[in-house]
């Protein structure tokens, strides 16, 4: 195993880099919007248009991979989307940065795509696990590194947008010097939403949930951070909190759910995730001047900073996880042999609820406040909650020996190309719960 990450190292260096560069410029964007004085509909929409960019990627990339090849792709997507990104530094107007967003969306899309479906050629069925978890270690790393580099340098002015291009250009360079061959051309997955839903009333109405909650926290959770006071330090902390929280999650909630009817995990994770957004939506100020909630807002008021760092780290424990869960819970039901195209599906589900989600979040918040982007969540996830409490009155869970199993994905959603890395894409249907130990 030592001898193969070897070989894929240089793979994963870039991978490394490049999700530091876009860890960092998810926080960077919403933070000098803000300081623009950019309106909450306008932050929406810049979150919204690297969906659109990230969906549309997600089909055409394969298209482009065929014609030129992996490393041709890789390097012509770094360029436009290093570009993008420092274009954004030196024309701060809305329009511009919606369309550059969106830009960087499907230049973003696809380099993870070229990454992963070049992993996915250099693994084999023995290996497949570890490449994969490594990745997402590494998935996970990045992003949370890069978020953190926010208090390092400042968001007026170019300099980080300079940093990002820097980092998005130089993750070049160990994918163009790499020894290992170039993969065949990606294949195309096949997407049928409606059979998805049909398959998996939970799963695939799950995945939308979670795109419309996870979207609109993703793309404007920096905004309700700034209005509690904190520092850009803490705001890096912030947002950083609910992925390290989200990563938690994932191997007690999945193990559990591999064990039981995975709808109850699900419906516990949407249960927490409605009240703990209570919660913060409480803290942002979105009972200010109700009497009977006074007593709560002062105390809520009265506490320090790091507890709301501390609050949404189990946030994201909550909401992170449902994802996978709602992935592993559609494969319960779908045929063995159409694991990718059902992972690949889910996430266009997801991206779809990711396109809407911040603007639909921007919405709220226009209207009542930072707060409400929490109660916007805590509405769909107790929507998505009596939503499953229906399914299972109708539907019996799947039975024991061909309910699949759960991988945790570090909180991180993929593109379609890592569904072929997935271990479960390529075992036996007569093996997948024997060799569920090896997958965890």
Not at 98 to 116: D, K, P, Q, S
Not at 132 to 150: C, E, K, Q, R
Not at 340 to 369: D, K, R
Not at 397 to 423: C, F, I
Request: proline share 4%; hydrophobic share 50%; aromatic share 10%.
């Amino acid at each position: 195993m030592p001898s193969t990450l070897l070989s894929i190292s240089s793979l994963l260096f870039g991978a490394f880099i490049l999700l530091m560069g876009n860890g960092l410029v998810g926080i960077l964007l919403p933070v000098r919007a803000a300081s623009e004085g950019f309106s909450t509909n306008v932050i929406g929409a810049v979150a919204s248009a690297y969906s659109v960019g990230f969906v549309l990627s997600c089909f055409l990339t394969a298209h482009i991979v065929s014609r030129v090849g992996h490393i041709r792709t890789f390097a012509v997507l770094a360029a436009i989307g290093a570009s993008a990104v420092l274009t954004m530094g030196l024309f701060t107007t809305p329009l511009t940065w919606i369309v550059l967003r969106a830009i960087t969306g499907f230049c973003f899309a696809g380099l993870f795509m070229v990454i992963e479906s070049w992993l996915n050629e250099r693994a084999s069925n023995q290996n497949r696990g570890q490449i994969f978890a490594t990745y997402m270690v590494i998935n996970m790393s990045a992003v949370t590194a890069g978020t953190m580099l926010l208090p390092a340098v400042t968001s007026a002015g170019v300099t980080a947008f300079a940093l990002i291009c820097i980092l998005i250009s130089l993750s070049l360079v160990p994918v163009s010097l790499t020894k290992s061959d170039a993969p065949t051309p990606m294949g195309k997955v096949r997407i049928r939403l409606i059979r998805l839903f049909r398959i998996s009333p939970v799963g695939a109405t799950g995945c939308l949930i979670v795109g419309l909650a996870n979207g609109a926290y993703g793309g404007l959770g920096v905004i309700y951070a700034h209005s509690l006071g904190l520092s850009e330090t803490e705001v890096a902390l912030f947002m950083s909190a609910a992925v390290i929280g989200g990563a938690f999650a994932q191997i007690p909630l999945g193990r559990l759910s591999d064990r039981m009817d995975r709808r109850w995990v699900i419906l516990a994770a949407v249960f927490c995730s409605a009240g703990l957004g209570m919660i913060l939506a409480t803290w942002g100020g979105l009972l200010n001047g109700v009497q009977s909630t006074e007593a709560l807002t002062v105390w809520i008021k009265s506490l320090p900073n790091s507890a709301s760092i501390v609050l949404i780290g189990f946030y994201g424990f909550a909401i992170f996880p449902v994802y996978s869960l709602c992935v592993a819970h559609t494969n319960d039901f779908a045929e063995r042999t159409s694991f990718v195209e059902t992972s690949g599906g889910l996430l266009m589900v997801y991206g779809i609820g990711a396109i809407f989600g911040p603007f639909l979040g921007a919405l709220f918040m226009g209207y009542a406040g930072p707060g409400a982007l929490f109660a916007y969540t805590a509405a769909i996830h107790a929507v998505f909650f009596l939503f499953i409490l229906y399914r299972m009155a109708k539907r019996a869970a799947a039975a024991q020996p061909k309910q699949g199993v759960y991988l945790e994905t570090a909180g991180q959603v993929r593109t379609p190309a890592a569904a072929s890395l997935d271990p479960r894409s390529h075992l036996p249907a007569k093996t997948k719960r024997q060799s569920a130990k090896g997958l965890h």
